[in-house]
């Protein structure tokens, strides 16, 4: 989860989220290196004196600060083409769980148990308990199985919801009368907390969403305590 005065991203804990972050680095570097570059040349431009009163074209020039910028956008759109297509990528998922926004919470269905769905609401804020999370805890987890490909498909039942999780690099839109579909690889424990990130409404800030992830075997004994 994100802590006071974290300007970075979250720690990933899957391998998409990973790809974003190495992406993200890249993409920042060639926006510094384009930033002291151009400052220093408008730097160089305000305090020289250099002064040529016949000059009316540099074609060479223009051709080299025309082929940079194309090169340097290249370099930022290869990788990026690379991301959007391996997000998309789904290989045989081992489970599937289906989320419905409604306003304003959350619906989860496990389609491949029976009678496995449950609805998650916001719980209330408790100072003495100091297990308990401000705004992002819920009374009703999502449990998942680590090193393991999950489907996610995503809907909403009333209004535009947004089902996103950082930490895992998810963030995708729950359209009423439309079915989205993402992948996820979750490769360690833990609490993952998430919220909706779709201004869907007067409690639009008080649905969160909480991911907890555990080993395989665990999984298998919460869905038959659970059936």
């Known amino acids: 989860m994100a802590t006071w005065s974290n300007l970075n991203l979250q720690n990933s ?7 974003i972050i190495f992406f993200h680095d890249h993409t920042l570097i060639i926006l510094i290196m384009i930033t002291i570059l151009v400052g220093y040349l408008m730097i160089n431009l305000f305090f020289n004196k250099y002064i040529n009163r016949f000059l009316l074209e540099g074609q060479m020039i223009e051709l080299i600060w025309t082929i940079i910028p194309t090169i340097t956008l290249i370099f930022i759109a290869l990788p990026s083409l690379r991301l959007l297509y391996l997000l998309d990528e789904l290989n045989n998922p081992l489970i599937t769980l289906k989320s419905i926004g409604h306003q304003w919470y959350w619906s989860y269905e496990y389609s491949d148990f029976n009678n496995v769905e449950f609805d998650s609401y916001m719980n209330q804020y408790d100072k003495s308990n100091l297990n308990n999370f ?3 805890d819920v ?3 999502i449990i998942l199985p680590m090193n393991n490909q999950i489907r996610i498909m995503v809907t909403a039942a009333d209004v535009i919801h947004s089902w996103t999780v950082p930490a895992l690099g998810i963030k995708i839109d729950a359209n009423p009368g439309r079915l989205n579909q993402t992948n996820l690889f979750i490769n360690r424990p833990g609490i993952f907390f998430g919220q909706c990130s779709e201004i869907c409404g007067a409690n639009h800030s ?9 080993p395989i075997k665990n999984f298998i004994e919460w869905i038959n305590n659970y059936s």
């Not at 804990?13 to 790809?19: H, I, N």
């Not at 969160?208 to 555990?214: F, H, K, R, T, V």
Request: no cysteine.
């Open 134 to 136: 401000r705004l992002l």
């Open 206 to 214: 008080f649905m969160p969403i909480l991911i907890e992830s555990i």
């Open 139 to 141: 009374d009703n987890r």
């Open 13 to 19: 804990a899957s391998p998409l989220m990973e790809q």
